[in-house]
């Protein structure tokens, strides 16, 4: 799991190389420090490698006291957890103190480190950015991340730094509990482990600070990815969310099954939406988990209530099982697990050709695509492409004529007749 963090101090350009990257171009880009921006991280690839972007200054706080501590604190949860960082400075301005301050901490930090000249708009600034090399990092990269020019050969030397894909250690399911800070991810995994937390193996290969605990009990048997275990000091509250989500993008990179925990009180958040379209995107399975269920005052209807709440936040992909827990009066743990069991098996299944082509065929005459351009597209048949998760290749004369609602119909009738339950399904049709 590749991490990419974008440091450096406000207004050197951060979230337009971060939006450039992602291409989700939603962050709200302006001229305003410390705006609170909705998204903070989002999966980039380039020749084919995926990675994970991290904007880091969707995190920092709008008050001036705790600037720039929170911006020193940033680059040190940086270095520790990315795998490369991007410094981003501006030509226009210089090197400014604040500059000064990121690159001896970079420097005391033994990660890849681009420097990444930005606002290099025109041939007259190339040689006004070289003064960047007296920061001690090494090359430097001229972009100007508003015209996308420089951001190629900056990403081709980035890639060479990537780790390797992990080998696999073992076949076991792997299930990441992730979720905000004190939302009861801790407790469950007392709860569930009690007193053996101790036997706790970091595995080799893995960084040191993601732990994997190896639950065999009661006849259920995987792998927990614990988030939570390890704690880091700051005195900055947007730094522990910062940290959180490092973690979080780690766990969910590793795991099969993403047990995705929210507080009942507080209900699903926009870190916690983010979080879990990553999980979609990333195509891991999904549980939700609202913990602290005991806290809420309770009539026949406050579950669909609820589910619907949060149906409505993580549309359009709403086919997920939601359980409702109290850590503290133990309900419902073990139906946590089966419940990653249940998803886990869903998203291992392999439906024969001919079952899946006798159910959807029937459906599909019934309902076929709409013409288009006095066209009729015929889907001639159906199979399961081999992968990690599911993924059906529909064959047919014209695939570039099936459009979304159509493909979201098939998606519904394939969830309606086998179970997907929290599996992002893929969907390709393809010329017969
Ligand atoms: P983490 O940061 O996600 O690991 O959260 P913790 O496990 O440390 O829990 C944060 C706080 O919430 C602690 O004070 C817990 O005792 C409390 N807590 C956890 N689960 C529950 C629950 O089901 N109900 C209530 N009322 N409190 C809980």
Redesign the pocket.
């Known amino acids: 799991s590749n991490i990419v963090a974008i440091v450096g101090r406000p207004n050197v350009g951060k979230s337009t190389l971060y939006n450039r990257l992602t291409e989700t171009r939603k962050a709200i880009v302006d001229d305003f420090s410390g705006v609170t921006r909705d998204r903070h991280y989002g999966i980039a690839e380039w020749v084919g490698r995926s990675f994970t972007v991290i904007d880091t200054g969707g995190y920092v706080a709008n008050s001036e006291d705790v600037f720039e501590t929170a911006i020193r604190e940033q680059v040190v949860i940086a270095i520790e957890e990315a795998t490369v960082i991007l410094f981003m400075v501006d030509v226009t301005t210089g090197i400014t103190d604040l500059d000064d301050e990121i690159a001896t901490l970079l420097r005391k930090g033994k990660k890849p480190v681009f420097i990444v000249v930005n606002k290099v708009d025109n041939h007259a600034l190339q040689s006004d950015a070289t003064l960047f090399y007296s920061l001690g990092l090494g090359e430097i990269y001229n972009i100007s991340s508003m015209t996308g020019s420089g951001t190629g050969e900056l990403l081709d030397e980035m890639i060479k730094c990537f780790d390797d894909e992990p080998a696999e250690e073992n076949t076991l399911p792997k299930y990441a509990i992730v ?10 995994i ?1 709860a569930l482990i009690g007193q053996e937390r101790n036997i706790v193996t970091p595995i080799a290969g893995t960084t040191r600070d993601s732990i994997h605990i190896h639950y065999n009990r009661y006849g259920h048997e995987f792998m927990l990815i614990d988030t ?1 275990g390890l704690r880091k000091k700051t005195k900055v509250k947007e730094n522990i969310e910062f940290y959180s989500v490092m973690r979080t993008i780690k766990a969910l990179e590793e795991a099969d099954i993403i047990i995705l ?1 929210i507080d009942a009180v507080e209900g699903l958040e926009s870190q916690d939406i983010n979080i879990f379209h990553l999980a979609e995107k990333n195509k891991k399975g999904i549980v939700l988990v609202v ?5 809420i005052e309770k009539n026949s209807k406050t579950v669909k209530v609820f589910e619907e709440q949060i149906m409505e936040k993580i549309a359009p992909f709403t086919d997920v099982p939601i359980v409702f ?5 133990k309900q419902r743990l073990l139906k946590v697990i089966e419940t990653a069991e249940q998803v886990y098996e869903n998203r291992s299944k392999k439906i024969s050709t001919s079952r899946l082509n006798d159910i959807m065929l029937p459906i599909i005459e019934n309902y076929p695509p709409p013409a288009l351009k006095g066209k009729h597209v015929k889907i001639k048949y159906i199979t399961q492409i081999n992968g990690n998760a599911p993924m059906f290749a529909f064959f047919c004369n014209l695939p570039q004529y099936i459009k979304e609602p159509y493909k979201r119909f098939i998606e519904n009738k394939l969830r309606e007749n086998f179970n997907f339950s929290g599996v992002p399904i893929q969907i390709f049709f393809r010329q017969k």
């Open positions: 979720g905000r800070p004190n939302v009861g991810k801790s407790s469950i007392n939570a925990m913990n602290k269920w005991d806290l827990t109290s850590v503290l009066e």
